[in-house]
Each structure stands twice: as C-alpha cells, then as structure tokens.
C-alpha cells in the first residue's frame, strides 16, 4: 500500500504542468557579415505560429521561456534558437551549401542521372517549397533556383506574378516559362480582359496567374529546365524555359512498409512596406500652411498646433449642403500618420493533410489543403481548396498502371490597383491615391463620401480624386476558379530494359472574372467610368495531352550505358470566352448588368470579350 502511494505522487509530480509565461521576444536577423535579411521566416517551433522579419531585419514574437524559435531564409542554414530569459536577440544565418540531386526529372516524366545531361538543370525539393507564407507556387520558388526570375504585380494577396528565366523575350512578347506536372502540360499563364492590348494594369483589374491552382505543400520536387535544354526536349513550346513539377500524389512509384500521415499547420503575418514620411512639415509648397495639394513640403507643424480652414467648409455645393457640421469650424493643422492606419495585418493560414502507403500492389497518396490569405488592405483576400489522389498499381502481367486526380477552388478579391501618372491613378486604384495622401489629412477620421450621392468626397478643393477609403468601399475585383487536372498512364515491359508506355493528361478550368465601380467615382482618364462601370467575362480553358513512349535501356558496361527513347507526343489547347462590359450605373450600390445604361462586347481597352482558339501540336 506503500509503494502503491509512493508511485502514484511521483507519477503525479511527473504529469504536472509547467506554467509557461509568454514572453514578448524582439530580435535582428543578420548573414554571417552582419547585414540585416529581409523577409526571414520567425516560426516558434511547438505552435507553428510566426512572423517575418522587416525590411531592417528585425523582428517581434511572443514566445514562452524556454520555446525554441526556427528561422529560415532562401539560401541559409536553418537555425533554431532556444528563448532564455533575455527580451532581445539577434540571430545569425550561415550561408547553406546547396548539393543539388544526382536523379532529376526531364521531358515526359524520363528521369536521368544529373551527371549524365548535357545541359543545365536546377532542382529544388519539397523541404523547401512546404510551410512557407506564400500561397502562390511562383512566389515560393523565388530565390530557390538560379537564373529564375519572379515579379509579382502587386503585394496583394492573390495578385498575379510574372516568372521569367535567364531574362525577357522581346521577339514573341511572351517570357512564361512552359508548366509541367506530373509529365503533363499545364497551363500556368495570366488570363487577362485586355490581353489583346496588354493594358490590364492600367485599368486596375487584378487577375492571379493560374499557377496560384497548385499546392506548394503538396510537391515532390521542382526540376528547372534553360535555355537550349527546354526547346530541345519540348520544341517551340519550351522555348522561354521548362518548369517540371512533381507532386506527391505522381510520385508513388516506391512502396511504403507503413502507410504515413502528416498533418501540417503554419500561420504567417504580413504587414506592408512603407516609404517613411516627414513628421514635421505638412502638404503645400514653400513653407505654405495649407492641405489642398498632394505633397508634404508645406508649412512647419507647431505645438500647439496651427488651425486652418477646414478642407469640407465650403460656401456653396454638395460639400456645404452635406457637411453642414464643419462651416466654421477650424482644423488643426498637425501630424495625423493617416497612411499606415489605412492597412492592417495580412494572415496567412494554411493547414495540409496527406496520407501515403501501400495496399497490396498499390501504393497511393492522398492530400487535401486549404490555405487563408488576407491581405493587408480591406477587401483583398485569397482562400483555395486542393484535394488531390494519386497511385501506382504493378500488375503481374508486366502492366503497371498509374494516375494523378486534382481538383481545386480558388477565389481572389481585391480592391483594383493601378498605374499613377503624376500624383493622380489613371483609374481606380487604392495604392496610387493613398501613398501621396499629405501627413496633414486625417484620411481616417474625414468622411469619405456624400451622404446624399455616396459618391467619393475628399480633401481636395476641385474633389479631382478618389478617395481611398470610397475607392476600398466600392471598387472590386473578383477572380473565381474551379479546376480539374490530372493524368492516366499504362506502361507494359515486354522484356527488362524495353518498354512501352502511354499517357494521357487532361487541364481544365473554369474561371468567373469581375471587375466593377460604383458610380460616383472621380479622377479617371475616362469621364464615363465615373457613372460607374461593371465588366464580367468567363473563360473555359482546356488541355488534352497523349504520349506514346518507347524506352530502351541496357547497360553495356560497368562505365557505359545505352537509353533510346522514342515517341510521339499531340497536345490539343481549347479557350472560349464570354463578357459584357456596361457603363452608367442607374442605382448605386447594384452590381448587374441590368442597371446600367450602356452595354458592349469589347472591355474597357476595346479587346474583345467574346473569343475562341483552339490549337494542336504533334510532334
């Protein structure tokens, strides 16, 4: 009865919880000569949750005592660091000696010894394409692959991203790499209204590259394929370089003795990068008290400070019939750091499941994420289901069978961004008319638009442009998809080293675009889009893609080996679209097409809506 009592208090003493206290960590992320890195990954190991560091390296992260912190960076070491009692840390990451692997992936699935190609190859692996902040695949890889270039139009959350590799076309105007996955095309390209003009920046119109449809966290391996390489294998298709993907559900082709699950969670914070501006003078020109122009190079702040006639007293108009609280009265002429309280703290959330194993002569794997991204402006966010199944079946009769299935739903919003001329957007645009915004505007306390129009009400005296804030209220931009892509491959060996296989691969999507102002807009190129505006248009793209391989292989000596491959290869591409764009909004507030005044079949730049290609390669 003793030493019954004695081992229950120990095991007791043994569960007992410790009591962890968060501490809030401020830290500096430097290279190995002390220069800050920005962007760095900040994770605390247990929960998952982190940040990234800032454009001076520094970071903020509430942790407890004792948690371990890991911080990673393209091209460095991780490092993990235990928290002791200490506030402040500065971390340091070792440059990382990248050896790259001996088997890579080439044309049509054939996998060949580094060594043995004669051309340049770059490959990286899913350790470090998984977990990371970007739920766009373009934007993960930057960095990660030398010679590949990656832009993305905008920092908003879903916003499209140009890849290059080893520079710009200038013959074709096209520089998109060629997309590969799983041995099948993919089409990786940006569908834009105005692709006929190549002016959909100009007008605002925020559209995701569809490369966004992949999963980071459920790739294999990426296999980067340059210059002479590329149109080689491919033709003229490869001929601005070769993207080769291999997910986890195409590479099943290894048993597994147990059948493994793997459960993932990350959680990352963005904040948006912003020029630093003057505390001390205001907006106007030559010392100038005043707020009616678009600079910050006017009078000097004074404590206290100076009062100024307010920018919504007017004599006579809409400002002095809906405002009529500010006749008269003074506005205090100070410091309002309007601009960083007009955005808040994107979040990125992402949770992956994925199973593998092998049942009898099938091994399979099975995933299924869903990522949630915020962006830092209202409006502005991306959420995207995956589900994903693959599988590889050796019969006994010398037949081995294998397939790809994905299905995937993505949804895009955001406000419209788009090109400044001067100190003005050329269009709605929420970035071009909030960073000139003078430190002298209380952007966030001024109402933003007429009570009796809802139409955009700003500081300035001619009201020549759009407020932001209205801008964030009733301007839009939608980008819907729902894709299906996948593969079927039979593979018969007739003796060892020959072989035949053939494959057929199928791409199709579905994607709904929305690009619409309320009317009472101002400042536009275009007087007409004031009355307000609305663009829709869906596009149904298509891909089939069949291969027929015959591969031979024998090894003739312990030094040297014979590989033949030949085969044929047909891709059929099929586009259709359909829009309408409309103008003069009759009631404010209805997004239909039926309350507006004007109709077209042409967009806003004069590029058809309605169209369709279809094109077939054999080769």
Known sequence: MRKTLLYLLLLCALWSPSMAQNNQVSGKVTDDKGVPITGASVVEKKTKKGVSTGIDGNFTISVPVGGTLVISYVGFEKTEFTIGNSNEITITLKPLNQSLSEVVVTALGIKRE??????????????????????????????????????????????????????????????????????????????????????????????????????????ENVSVLKGLSAVTLYGEAGRNGVILITTKNGATQKARKKTEITVSQSYFETKAILPEYNTKYGGGFDLSIGIAFFSNWGGAFTNPPAEVTHPYDRASGIYATDFPQFHGVPYAYKYYNSVPRFFRTGTTSTTSLNAAGTAGVVNYNMSYSYTDDQGYIMGNGLNKNTFGIGGTAKLSNNFTLSGTLNYVITNQSSPPTSESQGNNAAYASVFGNVMYTPTAVDL????????????????????????????????????????????????????????????????????????????????????????????????????????????????????????????????????????????????????????????????????????????????
């Open 114 to 219: 580094k060594k043995a190609l004669g051309y340049a190859v770059s490959t990286v692996d899913k350790k470090e394409l998984e977990l990371r902040p970007e739920s766009d695949l373009g934007r993960v890889l930057e960095g990660k692959a030398p010679g590949l270039n990656i832009n993305s139009t905008s920092g908003l959350s879903g916003s499209g991203t140009n890849i290059n590799i080893r520079g710009i076309s200038t013959i074709t105007g096209n520089s998109t790499p060629l997309f590969v996955v799983d041995g099948v095309p993919f089409d990786g390209s940006t569908n834009t209204a105005n692709a006929a003009t190549g002016q959909d920046f100009l007008y605002g119109h925020q559209t995701s590259s569809r490369f966004l449809d992949l999963d980071p966290n459920n790739i």
């Open 444 to 619: 966030i306390g001024l109402p933003w638009e007429f009570p009796s129009t809802h139409g955009s009400a700003y500081y300035r005296g001619d009201n020549g442009i759009q407020n932001p804030i209205w801008t964030l209220h009733n301007s839009f931009t939608q980008d819907n998809v729902n894709r299906t892509f996948g593969q079927m491959q039979a593979r018969y060996e007739f003796i060892k080293g020959l072989s035949l296989t053939y494959k057929i691969g199928f791409d199709n999507y579905n994607e709904a675009q929305l690009y619409a102002q309320n009317k009472g807009g101002v400042g536009t190129l275009n007087p007409n889009d004031n009355l307000g505006f609305m663009r829709t248009n869906s596009g149904v793209s298509t891909i089939w893609d069949h291969t027929l391989l015959l591969n031979y292989s024998h090894n003739l000596t312990n030094d040297f080996n014979l590989t033949v491959d030949a085969g044929v290869n047909s891709r059929r591409d099929i586009y259709s679209q359909t829009g309408l764009f409309s103008r003069e909004q009759l009631v404010f507030g209805i997004l239909n097409h039926g309350n507006f005044v004007s109709h077209d079949v042409y967009s806003e730049s004069g590029a058809a809506l309605n169209f369709k290609s279809q094109t077939l390669d054999v080769g």
